[in-house]
């Protein structure tokens, strides 16, 4: 098994991280958004868009931050696992990468765009709007490929985890199923953009993100408890009688 006290970097970046940006997530700005008519005038009226979007930003690079000090945490030098968990790590340094500009086109270009459609006059109003639809797909592609990056980087940390034998199996199986649920995001966006059927794949990613970033806060704290306790202990050997 893992060192736990190693394991208490990763833990507490990626519990912390995913709460982050789900707090963050349900500060933003709701509505149909497939009706970007609707969206985008609800969008234009938001005054903390900027600073949802920058907790968004921080959330994931917290989360990518988390994985990568699990895949220094778990410490496999050799076999398949230390492959599968080192191109794990890196997967997840692109999926940063791609959340970056994801947040430059949402968090930035959106907002420009549909503020630009609200306040144009009449006669532009028709050539801003697509403008700003041309964004939003912008926003689709980019958050497609987003997820399917994090959803590979998240399989292949969790084949690591469960090959290795250095985590409980099942923290790393309900890893890979989270990848799953990621890289249904990223083609359902692909195609349909933020219809019912995201929505859904979104709440799977985040209870099963929840469930194994909680089960590894737990295995980590969990350890350092039960050492620290038995440390205090009294030596027993100490008290026994010589033998003769």
Not at 1 to 17: F, K, Q
Not at 74 to 87: K, M
Not at 190 to 204: E, R, Y
Request: proline share 2%; aromatic share 10%; charged share 15%.
């Amino acid at each position: 098994m893992s060192d736990r006290n190693a394991l208490r970097t990763p833990a507490a970046l990626l519990l912390g991280g995913f709460i982050t940006y789900v707090v963050v997530t349900f500060l933003h700005t709701g509505g149909p958004a497939n009706d970007h008519k609707v969206i985008f005038d609800d969008y234009a009226g938001s005054r903390d868009w900027a600073a949802v979007h920058l907790g968004q930003f921080i959330g994931m690079a917290t989360i990518v931050a988390g994985l990568v000090a699990l895949h220094v945490a778990l410490d496999i030098r050799a076999g398949t696992a230390a492959w599968l968990a080192r191109f794990g790590a890196i997967a997840a340094g692109i999926a940063l990468g791609l959340y970056g500009v994801l947040q430059a086109v949402d968090g930035v270009a959106l907002k420009q765009a549909v503020d630009a459609w609200v306040g144009a006059p009449a006669a532009d109003k028709a050539a801003r709007f697509a403008t700003a639809e041309t964004v939003r797909w912008l926003e689709w592609g980019s958050r497609s490929y987003q997820c399917f990056t994090l959803g590979l980087a998240l399989i292949l940390l969790g084949t690591a985890v469960t090959l290795s034998k250095r985590l409980p199996k099942t923290i790393g199986l309900l890893m890979g199923l989270s990848g799953a649920s990621y890289l249904a995001q990223g083609w359902v966006l692909g195609s349909h953009g933020f219809d019912d059927d995201n929505s859904v794949a979104i709440l799977v990613s985040y209870a099963l993100m929840l469930t194994w970033t909680t089960w590894l806060a737990v295995v980590a704290w969990r350890r350092r408890r039960i050492q620290t306790d038995s440390a205090t202990l009294p030596d027993a050997s100490a008290d026994a009688p010589a033998g003769r």
